[in-house]
Antibody, heavy 128, light 107 residues
Framework: QITLKESGPTLVEPTQTLTLTCNFS??????????VGWIRQPPGKALEWLAV???????RYSPSLKSRITITKDTSKNQVVLTMTNMDPVDTATYYC??????????????????????WGQGTQVTV | EIVMTQSPPTLFVSPGERATLSCRAS??????LAWYRQKPGQAPRLLIS???TRATGIPARFSGSGSGTEFTLTISSLQSEDFAVYYC?????????FGQGTKVEIK
């Protein structure tokens, strides 16, 4: 059974750095193709993808936030950490972590066939 | 960045009736399109991946169709738990992008 749970501060002052931790179980980030992503949702608004990290330490970031966010993993602890610098009131949102994956598909050469976010944490609310 | 546009923003449907939700991508995403349902105060739940494949445990009343830039989610007979917000998301290109959501409300 795959579960994920986010943790971190509920209140952050403007200009401070936010650090969120995603603790997960039921899968390992040492398994080929596995990834964990972060998505946020401001109150009453839509979902916004932030970042994802894969088993091989491949990292992808939202271009609009790339200068402010860092995603890392600790495979031994089953944790993924998201840090976001220079927090602003517009960053007030519920932050989710979620499981994703890919497999290698042969199409003359190997390409990654990605999957969406199949399992989500409950979310953690952050107010700036 | 691929922009995902959902329509309508709000859909009023009576329980037991059919609901049809649309999602359009600003460029082709092949079939790399997912649908999620989000109930108030809860995390999104994956309903459909690869445009038309139901996720584990998702009832058959949910069906997805489309490819390229035009996608549809159909709920054949709305149940009480289906009155929620639905999001589409493309995972064909970086960055991953979500639509703005369609809220399905009781008529």
């Amino acid at each position: 059974q795959i579960t994920l749970k986010e943790s971190g501060p509920t209140l952050v002052e403007p200009t401070q750095t936010l650090t969120l931790t995603c603790n997960f179980s039921g899968f390992s980030l040492s398994t080929s193709g596995v990834g964990v992503g972060w998505i946020r949702q401001p109150p009453g608004k839509a979902l916004e993808w932030l970042a994802v990290i894969y088993w091989d330490d491949d990292k992808r970031y939202s271009p609009s936030l790339k200068s402010r966010i860092t995603i890392t993993k600790d495979t031994s602890k089953n944790q993924v950490v998201l840090t976001m610098t220079n927090m602003d009131p517009v960053d007030t949102a519920t932050y989710y972590c979620a499981h994703t994956s890919y497999y290698n598909l042969w199409r003359g050469s190997y390409t990654r066939q990605y999957s969406p976010f199949a399992y989500w944490g409950q979310g953690t609310q952050v107010t700036v | 960045e691929i922009v995902m546009t959902q329509s309508p923003p709000t859909l009023f449907v009576s329980p037991g009736e059919r609901a049809t939700l649309s999602c359009r991508a600003s460029q082709s995403v092949s079939s790399d399109l997912a649908w999620y349902r989000q109930k108030p105060g809860q995390a999104p739940r994956l309903l459909i991946s690869a445009a038309s494949t139901r996720a584990t445990g998702i009832p058959a009343r949910f069906s997805g169709s489309g490819s390229g830039t035009e996608f549809t989610l159909t709920i054949s007979s709305l149940q009480s738990e289906d009155f929620a917000v639905y999001y589409c998301q493309q995972y064909n290109n970086w960055p991953r992008t979500f639509g703005q959501g369609t809220k399905v409300e009781i008529k």
